[in-house]
């Protein structure tokens, strides 16, 4: 490869590595004549001034991986998955379901070995928390009935050797848990025939997969429920009857890994692990979906039984995201979307004349408040390490695992800013899938929909910028923000989503999936259209769909929180989306890759996101390209950084109160009652 024509990519000219006859390489580069099951395009990794992160990297060789590769580019990549995880990093659990695509469909047999015997197994052996991720995208493998029969053979094999690693930490860490409560002198749970103290032991698997497994099934029961309150009724008989009999109480699991953001504040993330004890069954929650039934629980759990069955390497924290000292304080979980065609469920709080924010997921009460309640009437509540915890249940889904993927890509968009210094916020919250059609959310506990804050309000609703102005002084009262600094929150947060609906094509962004928390961010749930799907099926697919899709949605409403086009606050929003688009532009080949990894096999490729109109999934890394700008065909070159300045410019003044974005919210309200 040679240099570079004018310079590089973000904040200089864009720049482009040359073949050895002078001409640009494109970043994609598309072939033909595939084999069947494999892809075809090539994505090219650009030379950068700077030295690449260790993610970039592992990226880069994972994808390599995946193709037909030498013996010298697996070595590579071992060793840098290796001192990912030497250094501890988070990022490594971004890289679980991708590397279980590399083992089931790269090319080299011999590579897939490789990495699964050298690393993969390794890492199940010595890693609680690892293993169950691993052994969940296996099993979303093995339950898709889009694998082909020799994947989903090949995947239950590699599923064993994962359930055996779980099945032998579990034991291990039942008799550890038992002697440490005997030395502390700690009463053991009372061993009965259906407690599951003593059949833990035996287990086919850990307590916390067996629990995730048992609420499925509810949420399977409770779709054939269709009133409302018959629902609820059942919900929490099955939890007191089908579930919390079945609570040891006593093996601590990783389960702090499936709601980061629910720990303490004084709480140590080093606390990976806890002990389950009880749902509440009054707490529990169906929320509103005519189709399926999610339903909210909160579960009690014992962080003092920080047994540590795996041994693993000194140092590995729970993988989940470290937040800011500022966002721990200030914020504590958000809810996960719901079915894309109805409200997110999420209850709007009654608005309190002292303090108009709103309270978000748990009604009139603040998760703090929820907290202090549940100790005070649970059993378990004098527990030094009792703590509470909230997760949605999602079963009878089909877009669990695509919803995974818009929080994996979240979260390296997050990564992304932050590596730029950007101000740009976003709040990426857990979404696992378990198997093909079942998973579990994060619940975010301070924020609500920007519907449901409307309709709490009723007649009293005159806009979004009144609701700042009652719900923020424009003095400093306490530790309650500001006007201004409210507003720099929105600013921060909605230029972030825009930047990512924009990039990922994300629609269905009418105002039940786009929620406000208590210190006026913006969040955005519910990624079920995405890349190339949209509302309304293939045909208002290849017309664009009924959203602004050239664009993102930035509705009058939003518009006037920002003051005219013209103002201070809105100049700083149109100059934060381009410093989040040119520092993603920056990063483009990282993002094709890891679009690419995540649509390796049929079970991945036939996810609705890649199901393209053009009848090839690779055309999602063709459209991303376009919208950054990019070459994608031979004799294309990039755009300049000037002139990509001038589109994205032209494109966020478009954006503004775009009538396709008001025809859709029209016809959400209209059909569906969303505010």
Same mark, same amino acid.
């Given at each position: 490869?040679?240099?570079?024509?004018?310079?590089?990519?973000?904040?200089?000219?864009?720049?482009?590595?040359?073949?050895?006859?002078?001409?640009?390489?494109?970043?994609?580069?598309?072939?033909?004549?595939?084999?069947?099951?494999?892809?075809?395009?090539?994505?090219?990794?650009?030379?950068?001034?700077?030295?690449?992160?260790?993610?970039?990297?592992?990226?880069?060789?994972?994808?390599?991986?995946?193709?037909?590769?030498?013996?010298?580019?697996?070595?590579?990549?071992?060793?840098?998955?290796? $001192?990912? /995880?030497?250094?501890?990093?988070?990022? *490594?659990?971004?890289?679980?379901?991708?590397? %279980? +695509?590399?083992? !089931?469909?790269?090319?080299?047999?011999?590579?897939?070995?490789?990495?699964?015997?050298?690393?993969?197994?390794?890492?199940?052996?010595?890693?609680?928390?690892?293993?169950?991720?691993?052994?969940?995208?296996?099993?979303?493998?093995?339950?898709?009935?889009?694998?082909?029969?020799?994947?989903?053979?090949?995947?239950?094999?590699?599923?064993?050797?994962?359930?055996?690693?779980?099945?032998?930490?579990?034991?291990?860490?039942?008799?550890?848990?038992?002697?440490?409560?005997?030395?502390?002198?700690?009463?053991?749970?009372?061993?009965?025939?259906?407690?599951?103290?003593?059949?833990?032991?035996?287990?086919?698997?850990?307590?916390?997969?067996?629990?995730?497994?048992?609420?499925?099934?509810?949420?399977?029961?409770?779709?054939?429920? $269709?009133? /409302?309150?018959?629902?609820?009724?059942? *919900?929490?008989?099955?939890?007191?009857?089908? %579930? +919390?009999?079945? !609570?040891?109480?006593?093996?601590?699991?990783?389960?702090?890994?499936?709601?980061?953001?629910?720990?303490?504040?004084?709480?140590?993330?080093?606390?990976?692990?806890?002990?389950?004890?009880?749902?509440?069954?009054?707490?529990?929650?169906?929320?509103?979906?005519?189709?399926?039934?999610?339903?909210?629980?909160?579960?009690?759990?014992?962080?003092?039984?920080?047994?540590?069955?795996?041994?693993?390497?000194?140092?590995?924290?729970?993988?989940?995201?470290?937040?800011?000292?500022?966002?721990?304080?200030?914020?504590?979980?958000?809810?996960?979307?719901?079915?894309?065609?109805?409200?997110?469920?999420?209850?709007?709080?009654?608005?309190?004349?002292?303090?108009?924010?709103?309270?978000?997921?748990?009604?009139?009460?603040?998760?703090?408040?929820? /907290?202090?309640?549940?100790?005070?009437?649970?059993?378990?509540?004098?527990?030094?390490?009792?703590?509470?915890?909230?997760?949605?249940?999602?079963?009878?889904?089909?877009?669990?695992?695509?919803?995974?993927?818009?929080?994996?890509?979240?979260?390296?968009?997050?990564?992304?800013?932050?590596?730029?210094?950007?101000?740009?916020?976003?709040?990426?919250?857990?979404?696992?899938?378990?198997?093909?059609?079942?998973?579990?959310?994060?619940?975010?506990?301070?924020?609500?929909?920007?519907?449901?804050?409307?309709?709490?309000?009723?007649?009293?609703?005159?806009?979004?910028?009144?609701?700042?102005?009652?719900?923020?002084?424009?003095?400093?009262?306490?530790?309650?923000?500001?006007?201004?600094?409210?507003?720099?929150?929105?600013?921060?947060?909605?230029?972030?989503?825009?930047?990512?609906?924009?990039?990922?094509?994300?629609?269905?962004?009418?105002?039940?999936?786009?929620?406000?928390?208590?210190?006026?961010?913006?969040?955005?749930?519910?990624?079920?259209?995405?890349?190339?799907?949209?509302?309304?099926?293939?045909?208002?697919?290849?017309?664009?769909?009924?959203?602004?899709?050239?664009?993102?949605?930035?509705?009058?409403?939003?518009?006037?929180?920002?003051?005219?086009?013209?103002?201070?606050?809105?100049?700083?929003?149109?100059?934060?989306?381009?410093?989040?688009?040119?520092?993603?532009?920056?990063?483009?080949?990282?993002?094709?890759?890891?679009?690419?990894?995540?649509?390796?096999?049929?079970?991945?490729?036939?996810?609705?996101?890649?199901?393209?109109?053009?009848?090839?999934?690779?055309?999602?890394?063709?459209?991303?390209?376009?919208?950054?700008?990019?070459?994608?065909?031979?004799?294309?070159?990039?755009?300049?950084?000037?002139?990509?300045?001038?589109?994205?410019?032209?494109?966020?003044?478009?954006?503004?109160?775009?009538?396709?974005?008001?025809?859709?919210?029209?016809?959400?309200?209209?059909?569906?009652?969303?505010?």
């Amino acid at each position: 490869m040679g240099g570079c024509v004018g310079g590089c990519v973000g904040g200089r000219e864009h720049g482009l590595d040359l073949d050895q006859n002078g001409q640009p390489v494109t970043l994609l580069t598309c072939g033909s004549g595939k084999a069947p099951g494999q892809l075809s395009c090539h994505v090219h990794f650009r030379k950068k001034a700077e030295q690449i992160d260790a993610e970039a990297k592992v990226i880069q060789l994972l994808t390599a991986v995946s193709g037909i590769s030498s013996e010298s580019t697996i070595a590579d990549c071992l060793h840098a998955l290796n $001192k990912m /995880r030497d250094v501890n990093s988070e990022t *490594l659990v971004d890289f679980v379901v991708p590397m %279980v +695509n590399v083992v !089931l469909h790269a090319r080299n047999e011999k590579n897939r070995a490789i990495l699964w015997d050298e690393f993969v197994v390794v890492a199940v052996k010595e890693d609680f928390a690892l293993a169950h991720y691993f052994y969940w995208a296996l099993m979303c493998v093995v339950t898709s009935p889009q694998a082909q029969a020799e994947t989903k053979h090949l995947a239950e094999d590699k599923l064993q050797v994962v359930k055996q690693a779980l099945l032998t930490k579990t034991q291990i860490a039942a008799v550890m848990a038992a002697n440490d409560a005997l030395k502390s002198g700690r009463t053991l749970p009372k061993v009965t025939s259906s407690n599951g103290a003593m059949s833990a032991v035996h287990a086919t698997c850990t307590p916390l997969i067996e629990l995730l497994q048992g609420l499925h099934e509810v949420g399977g029961d409770l779709v054939r429920i $269709k009133d /409302r309150t018959a629902r609820q009724a059942y *919900l929490e008989k099955q939890l007191e009857e089908r %579930v +919390n009999k079945h !609570l040891a109480g006593l093996i601590p699991v990783p389960v702090n890994m499936l709601a980061p953001g629910s720990r303490d504040v004084n709480s140590n993330m080093s606390q990976a692990c806890a002990a389950l004890l009880r749902l509440p069954p009054q707490d529990a929650r169906v929320l509103s979906s005519k189709e399926r039934a999610p339903f909210l629980v909160v579960l009690e759990v014992d962080r003092a039984l920080n047994i540590d069955p795996s041994r693993q390497k000194a140092g590995w924290v729970c993988p989940c995201r470290v937040r800011r000292e500022k966002d721990s304080k200030c914020s504590n979980v958000i809810s996960g979307s719901q079915s894309g065609h109805h409200s997110n469920g999420i209850l709007a709080s009654a608005i309190q004349a002292k303090d108009q924010r709103p309270r978000g997921a748990f009604k009139n009460e603040t998760w703090e408040e929820v /907290r202090q309640r549940l100790r005070n009437s649970s059993s378990f509540g004098t527990l030094p390490g009792w703590s509470p915890l909230s997760l949605i249940i999602k079963s009878n889904a089909d877009d669990d695992r695509q919803e995974e993927l818009a929080y994996r890509l979240l979260q390296w968009f997050q990564r992304v800013f932050q590596k730029h210094q950007l101000k740009l916020w976003l709040r990426p919250f857990l979404i696992l899938a378990t198997s093909h059609s079942g998973g579990c959310l994060e619940t975010v506990t301070n924020a609500i929909s920007i519907s449901e804050l409307k309709k709490t309000y009723g007649d009293n609703w005159h806009s979004l910028r009144a609701y700042f102005e009652s719900a923020f002084s424009d003095e400093p009262m306490g530790e309650r923000l500001t006007l201004n600094e409210a507003i720099e929150n929105f600013i921060w947060s909605n230029a972030a989503y825009s930047v990512v609906c924009y990039v990922l094509a994300i629609r269905d962004r009418h105002n039940g999936n786009i929620l406000i928390d208590d210190q006026g961010h913006i969040l955005h749930v519910d990624f079920g259209f995405m890349l190339c799907g949209s509302p309304g099926g293939k045909t208002m697919q290849k017309m664009g769909g009924f959203e602004h899709s050239a664009g993102f949605k930035l509705t009058r409403e939003f518009v006037n929180v920002l003051g005219t086009t013209d103002d201070v606050h809105f100049q700083l929003f149109q100059t934060a989306v381009l410093d989040g688009i040119f520092a993603l532009r920056d990063h483009a080949d990282e993002l094709l890759a890891w679009l690419q990894l995540s649509m390796l096999g049929s079970e991945n490729s036939q996810m609705n996101c890649f199901c393209h109109s053009h009848g090839n999934p690779e055309a999602v890394l063709e459209d991303v390209c376009g919208r950054l700008g990019l070459a994608v065909g031979a004799g294309e070159i990039d755009k300049t950084e000037s002139e990509f300045r001038e589109v994205m410019e032209r494109k966020v003044l478009d954006s503004v109160d775009h009538w396709r974005s008001r025809f859709y919210d029209k016809f959400q309200y209209h059909v569906q009652g969303v505010h």
